[in-house]
């Protein structure tokens, strides 16, 4: 699905409607989740990788030593183990006070 305007003019309950990728992309220009990540041991940029166990389908690596470590790790993110996607409903839906049982079908 192409989307209708630039990624960084999108709200919180416009982004909800979008694909997984575009969330994850839309998390990371508005600095919730890093661009990239160093790597401990040996101070290298890691690189980003797709990875389809983990959570948001993303890692990074690193080269050197292969290393891996979540996108999520020292951020608020890291303590919610759930898709960008629901995590932003949930959000979305506490913001604007809905009652626990209404977005249910939503969810």
């Known amino acids: 699905m ?10 919180v309950c416009e982004v909800i409607d979008l694909e997984n990728d575009l969330i994850f992309d839309w998390f990371k220009l508005k ?9 401990l041991e040996c101070l290298k940029t890691m690189k980003l990788v797709e ?13 050197t030593d292969r290393k891996r470590c979540s996108l999520r790790d020292n ?11 629901a995590f932003l ?5 506490w913001s604007i006070q ?10």
């Open 2 to 11: 192409p989307i209708e305007k630039s990624l960084e003019l999108y709200k």
């Open 31 to 39: 600095g919730f989740i890093p661009n990239s990540k160093q790597c």
């Open 51 to 63: 990875r389809k166990d983990s959570i948001d389908s993303w890692t990074c690596r690193c080269s």
């Open 75 to 85: 951020t608020f993110l890291e303590s919610f183990y759930c898709e960008l996607k």
């Open 89 to 93: 409903k949930k959000v979305h839906y």
């Open 98 to 107: 809905t009652r626990q049982i209404d977005p249910i079908p939503i969810l």
